[in-house]
Nanobody
Framework: QLQLVESGGGLVQPGGSLRLSCAAS????????IVWFRQAPGKEREGVAC????????DYADSVKGRFTISRDNAKNTVYLQMNNLKPEDTAIYYC?????????????????WGQGTQVTVSS
């Protein structure tokens, strides 16, 4: 079974940067599309970025376009989310999820495997 572990969260000031990692074990990560989600208190889980398994297709939520970048290192079996120019409204628990390799959709109902999440707090 595929297992996902997120890391890299923390406290950062507005305008700062963080890089989140989603490390996989159990299966090669290039056999899956990976989607980053976030969930703030009292809000629904929303997709922010995705990358397909092999074709390299990317997609981003409008709220993070131009600030967040998703990338993958298949040799390390890891997907990253580089977050720049962070805003207080980016504060949330960030999760990575894996789904069918061609399915780059920012929707949680298609996710087959979830990580445990990592907290990102943007505050001065």
């Amino acid at each position: 079974q595929l297992q996902l572990v997120e890391s890299g969260g923390g406290l950062v000031q507005p305008g700062g940067s963080l890089r989140l990692s989603c490390a996989a074990s159990g299966f090669p990560l290039d056999g899956y599309a990976i989607v980053w989600f976030r969930q703030a208190p009292g809000k629904e889980r929303e997709g922010v970025a995705c990358t397909t398994g092999r074709s390299g297709r990317l997609d981003y939520a409008d709220s993070v376009k131009g600030r967040f970048t998703i990338s993958r290192d298949n040799a390390k079996n890891t997907v990253y989310l580089q977050m720049n120019n962070l805003k207080p409204e980016d504060t949330a628990i960030y999760y990575c999820g894996a789904t069918l390799p061609y399915l780059c959709l920012l929707a949680p109902q298609f996710i087959q495997y979830w990580g445990q999440g990592t907290q990102v707090t943007v505050s001065s």
